[in-house]
């Protein structure tokens, strides 16, 4: 965090950094708890959504475009043609 802040010119010492960051309950990073990328989408669930568009053809040669999305949180799906 020292670095970044140097990087945009904000002059600290890494001292400060470090109390600031134990005053607020942050751990030093090699000792915070990671988490999997499972951990992370089943916490994000309520704001992913995944889409997809894709083409079709009916039974009559007639050509669908067809746009699919679908929420994580619930498995709920709206289409759009």
Do not use: C
Request: charged share 20%.
């Amino acid at each position: 965090m020292h670095g970044e802040l140097l990087v945009l010119e904000v002059n600290v010492a890494a001292s400060t950094v470090w109390e600031i960051l134990q005053d607020a309950g942050i751990p030093p990073a090699p000792e915070r708890a990671s988490s999997t990328w499972a951990d992370f989408l089943h916490s994000q669930a309520d704001a992913l959504l995944a889409s997809d568009f894709f083409e079709t053809a009916t039974l009559s040669g007639a050509r669908l475009y067809v746009f699919a999305v679908i929420e994580h949180a619930n498995r709920r799906r709206t289409l759009g043609k």
